[in-house]
């Protein structure tokens, strides 16, 4: 079986590495046309045959569609793949432009449910697809949208984008505390949240940061109005040129819940940061599963908004807590809620890790995705 993968970029998206290396374990051909970055070297010692060539829509320039269209058709003929798998919005809306005549069998790997959340992209996803395309979802809430939305079931299938605990190597033997360097009392209860900043997007109707860090100081100045002992670290930089918008919710931090916020910019020492937390939040208004893998993994009670794929790992008081998203009281609640039951956080963290496991296994995940490969190839019913 051959596949020929697309990806937009070569920085980052370490999950499309590990599931193209697990895929060439289980036997697929796997080739992958991403552009020059230095993820290529990683994909090639897995065994992945690579292709430089830039498979994304350009937008800003549409003409150029055209040449890289030519060129990437040319690219598909020469590989003669059974499959195509296309893991981003711009790869997929390229794909199915440059193989608008060709009986190609292809695959939109939904990466996260933003684009279906919003009705010109939404449509912009269903119009563009014809009787050779088909969709992955990567949690429940995309696959059921698809539904929603009238794509046959059978056109659907259901993959994670899985990690493993052995992904994270997460150090709980510091030299310096963070409460240490920041100068907080040993009693203080630290909460942490780990993501870049993405500034707010006007014709998407953002107000807000995608995140939801302006969310969690205004739940942070309402729970310093019961408990004075808390303290929140964001962790991450902005992305991209958004580094005025990360300068603005720093200067909001201060006003609104001043001193309780401290912003410790990129970080490469995540891995230390993380056992370090109290409790881990991600009250992001848009997302796949998030960041709650990677702090359910460490062994962090975990709180996250209602969206995407979080439901999908955390049970409210069950592997986590959660509230509702865009909501400051609601989140504070749960802080506090997380706060006052340290017996019933440590029994979270044990279900959590049992579920994170269970759900976000690197192997099973990608076995998924053979499956579907079959399925589609074979002809038989696919999805639920």
């Keep these: 079986m051959v596949v020929l993968h697309l990806l937009k970029t070569a920085v980052g998206a370490s999950?499309?590495?590990?599931?193209t290396t697990e895929?060439?374990?289980?036997?697929?051909e796997v080739h992958l046309a991403l552009p020059d970055g230095p993820m290529v070297d990683k994909y090639r010692a897995a065994g992945v045959k690579v292709h430089l060539l830039d498979p994304s829509l350009e937008i800003k320039k549409p003409w150029l569609n055209f040449s890289k269209a030519k060129a990437f058709k040319k690219l598909v003929e020469e590989i003669n793949p059974d499959l195509v798998h296309s893991h981003f919005v711009a790869t997929t809306l390229f794909m199915r432009f440059a193989m608008r005549k060709m009986k190609i069998k292809k695959i939109f790997h939904v990466p996260g449910p933003l684009h279906l959340e919003h009705k010109i992209?939404?449509?912009?996803?269903?119009?563009?697809?014809?009787?050779?395309?088909?969709?992955?979802?990567?949690?429940l809430w995309t696959r059921q949208a698809y539904q929603r939305f009238g794509v046959e079931p059978s056109r659907i299938g259901l993959a994670y984008y899985g990690v493993n605990a052995s992904d994270f190597t997460f150090n709980r033997d510091v030299e310096e505390s963070l409460k240490e360097k920041l100068g907080l009392p040993q009693e203080t209860f630290l909460l942490g949240m780990v993501a870049f900043f993405y500034?707010?997007?006007?014709y998407l109707g953002q107000k807000r940061g995608l995140k939801g860090h302006e969310d969690l100081i205004d739940a942070i100045a309402i729970v310093k109005q019961i408990h004075q002992n808390v303290a929140c670290v964001f962790?991450?930089?902005?992305w991209g040129d958004t580094a005025p918008y990360f300068e603005s919710v720093k200067t909001y931090a201060?006003?609104?819940?001043p001193g309780a916020c401290h912003f410790l910019g990129h970080r490469n020492d995540v891995p230390a940061l993380y056992p370090q937390f109290d409790l881990a939040v991600h009250p992001s208004h848009s997302e796949n599963v998030g960041g709650a893998v990677e702090s359910m993994y460490a062994g962090v009670a975990t709180l996250t908004s209602d969206v995407g794929g979080f439901p999908d790992l955390v049970i409210d008081g069950e592997t986590g807590y959660m509230a509702e998203s865009k909501n400051p009281q609601s989140i504070a609640q749960k802080i506090i809620q997380a706060m006052e039951s340290s017996e019933e956080r440590l029994q979270m963290i044990e279900n959590a890790s049992k579920k994170v496991a269970s759900v976000m296994n690197v192997q099973d995940n990608a076995k998924q995705v053979k499956d579907f490969y079959v399925q589609i190839l074979s002809g038989n019913q696919v999805g639920a």
């Design 121 to 139: 992209f939404r449509t912009l996803d269903l119009w563009s697809a014809n009787q050779f395309d088909y969709w992955m979802a990567s949690c």
């Design 254 to 257: 201060q006003q609104k819940a």
């Design 23 to 28: 895929l060439v374990k289980l036997g697929v």
């Design 199 to 202: 500034a707010p997007k006007a």
């Design 235 to 238: 962790v991450g930089g902005p």
């Design 15 to 19: 999950w499309a590495l590990r599931q």
